[in-house]
């Protein structure tokens, strides 16, 4: 009898044929783990914002100005523009507010954009999901929207109404 060493030709067809079976089947799987990492960040950065839009209201509030259409509060050390007591749409407003790395050393993580308009708003999204550039995190119009992920927050108009924020999460993410 013949001492056999290695596979034959068969076996050998037979793992490969198993082991594209399984890629296939769990190729996808692995796949969406970078969307839903994406979804999970601007869930993140929602709280975020939302925890910085109580906080200056609550310090407008103590403060007394909380009514009044522009106003300024400080917050670590820095004022933060207020309309209604909820931060500005902008660089000094929510941007200062939440403070999440739009400063030019983090800005490889979190990018904005500040479009004016009634309400004026900011449009906040993970600089990975983003085309285009920008400086000191501040980018271009219509490079995030495109991104089809991203936070929109968008400025109080008036006493009785706050100011609000979306999550744009189409098939970007």
Do not use: H
Request: glycine share 10%.
């Amino acid at each position: 009898m013949r001492n056999q060493k290695g596979f034959t030709l068969i076996e050998l067809i037979i793992v490969i044929v198993v082991l594209g079976i399984l890629a296939v089947t769990a190729a996808p799987q692995f796949i969406n783990f970078s969307s839903d990492a994406r979804t999970s960040s601007l869930k993140g950065m929602e709280g975020s914002i939302k925890g910085a839009m109580q906080l200056t209201y609550s310090k407008a509030a103590i403060e007394g100005v909380e009514a009044d259409a522009t106003a300024t509060v400080s917050v670590k050390g820095t004022n933060v523009s207020l309309v209604y007591g909820y931060p500005d749409a902008s660089a000094t407003g929510i941007i200062e507010a939440v403070d999440a790395g739009f400063a030019a050393d983090l800005t490889s993580d979190w990018v904005y954009e500040v479009v004016t308009g009634t309400p004026d708003t900011v449009l906040m999204a993970q600089s990975s999901s983003v085309t285009g550039s920008g400086t000191d995190g501040a980018y271009a119009s219509g490079d995030i929207a495109s991104s089809e992920c991203y936070l929109t927050y968008s400025a109080a108009t008036g006493e009785s109404a706050a100011a609000t924020i979306a999550v744009t999460n189409e098939d970007g993410c």
